[in-house]
Structure formats: C-alpha cells, structure tokens
C-alpha cells in the first residue's frame, strides 16, 4: 500500500489561495491514480479532484471547478491541489487518496475506489 501525508492547509481569507501537497511513500506512486477529498463537519466525505496515475486526465466536482487545480510530480512521489479564490464553504479538512487498482488507465471520483488514505490537513477560510 502507499502511504501518504497531507501538508499545507491553514488559515485564510476569502479570496485567497492554499497549496496543499500529498507525499507518498514506497517505489510504486506512479502506478496509482490519486485523488483529493474533503470532509467539512457534519457533512460527509465528498471528492474534490482525482488525477490518473501519468497526470494526463483529471477530474473535478462541479464546485471547485475553475478554481481548484489537481497535479502530480511522480519524481517527486508528491500530488498537489492548488485552491485559488477560496470560498467559507471550502472550509474542511482535505485528504488525499490513492486508487485501489494499480495500473488503472482511468480513475473515479467514487470514494469506495480509493484504498489508502492520508490524515488529512485543515483547511479553513474566513470571510
């Protein structure tokens, strides 16, 4: 399994812009495909944006698009989401996850398709 740490969240003010980072650990990131998700309270888990395994596709919910950006450095073992003109309704805690299946040419947004799991990393933006 890959083992991955979430990194970047904090405070910020509407309108404002985050970076968060996932690094992955082991040999094999580049065979999974990634994706981000975010928990606010109360609410359960929701996707954000899920990459393939070479980065050449991604996905968003229909809610950060625009706004969010989803990338990876497999050199670097290290997946990314760039949050621009953020918003009190993205205030949540953000995970990172990879894929279940390894060498899958496509990747999902369903949540049951992923099978390791970050800590997650607070996100919180003010108005």
């Known amino acids: 399994q890959v083992q991955l740490v979430e990194s970047g969240g904090g405070l910020v003010q509407a309108g404002g812009s985050l970076r968060l980072s996932c690094a992955a650990s082991?040999?094999?990131?580049?065979?999974?495909?990634m994706g981000w998700f975010r928990q606010a309270p109360g609410k359960e888990r929701e996707p954000v944006a899920v990459?393939?395994?070479?980065?050449?596709?991604?996905y968003y919910a229909d809610s950060v698009k625009g706004r969010f950006t989803i990338s990876r450095d497999n050199a670097k073992n290290t997946v990314y989401l760039q949050m621009n003109s953020l918003k009190p309704e993205d205030t949540a805690v953000y995970y990172c996850?990879?894929?279940?299946?390894?060498?899958?040419?496509?990747?999902?947004?369903?949540?049951?398709?992923?099978?390791?799991w970050g800590q997650g990393t607070q996100v919180t933006v003010s108005s």
């Open positions: 990459i393939t395994r070479s980065g050449a596709s991604t």
């Open positions: 996850a990879a894929d279940k299946i390894a060498w899958r040419s496509i990747v999902t947004m369903g949540l049951a398709d992923f099978g390791s």
């Open positions: 082991g040999r094999t990131f580049s065979s999974y495909g």
